[in-house]
C-alpha cells in the first residue's frame, strides 16, 4: 500500500510561515481523501486538514484561515501551506489516507514543526 514521507518542517518564530510536503510512494490520484495530522507533546494525535480529489478542504477550527492544504496527483505530493503560526502549532505534522477515526496507511516518520521566538 501507499506509504508517506513528510518533509519541511523546522523552527519558525511565531507569525512565521512553512510549507510542509508529503511525497507518496505511489499514486495517489485514486485517492479520494487525503490529510495532515499533528501531535503535540503529551498531546493525541489529531486531525488538521483534509482535501479530497475534487478540491473541496475542510480544517480544524483552530488552524481556519492559516493553514491551506492542497494536493498534486501529477507529482504524487500533498501541501500544508501553514502561515501565522502560532506557539500552539508546535507539533509533529504527519500525512495520512483519512479514516474515520484515524489514518487508514502505516504512519510516516512525520516532520517536527517547532514555532518558538
Known amino acids: 500500500q501507499v506509504e508517506f514521507v513528510e518533509s519541511g518542517g523546522g523552527l519558525v518564530q511565531p507569525g512565521g510561515s512553512l510549507r510542509l510536503s508529503c511525497a507518496a510512494s505511489?499514486?495517489?490520484?485514486?485517492?479520494?481523501?487525503m490529510a495532515w495530522y499533528r501531535q503535540a507533546p503529551g498531546k493525541q494525535r489529531e486531525l488538521v486538514a483534509r482535501?479530497?480529489?475534487?478540491?473541496?478542504?475542510n480544517y480544524a477550527d483552530s488552524v481556519k484561515g492559516r493553514f491551506t492544504i492542497s494536493r498534486d496527483n501529477a507529482k504524487n505530493t500533498v501541501y500544508l501551506q501553514m502561515n501565522s503560526l502560532e506557539s500552539e502549532d508546535t507539533a509533529i505534522y504527519y500525512c495520512?489516507?483519512?479514516?474515520?477515526?484515524?489514518?487508514?496507511?502505516?504512519w510516516g516518520q512525520g516532520t517536527q514543526v517547532t514555532v518558538s521566538s
Open positions: 495520512n489516507r483519512p479514516g474515520s477515526t484515524t489514518g487508514l496507511s502505516p
Open positions: 505511489g499514486s495517489i490520484a485514486s485517492i479520494y481523501a
Open positions: 482535501v479530497t480529489n475534487s478540491g473541496l478542504t
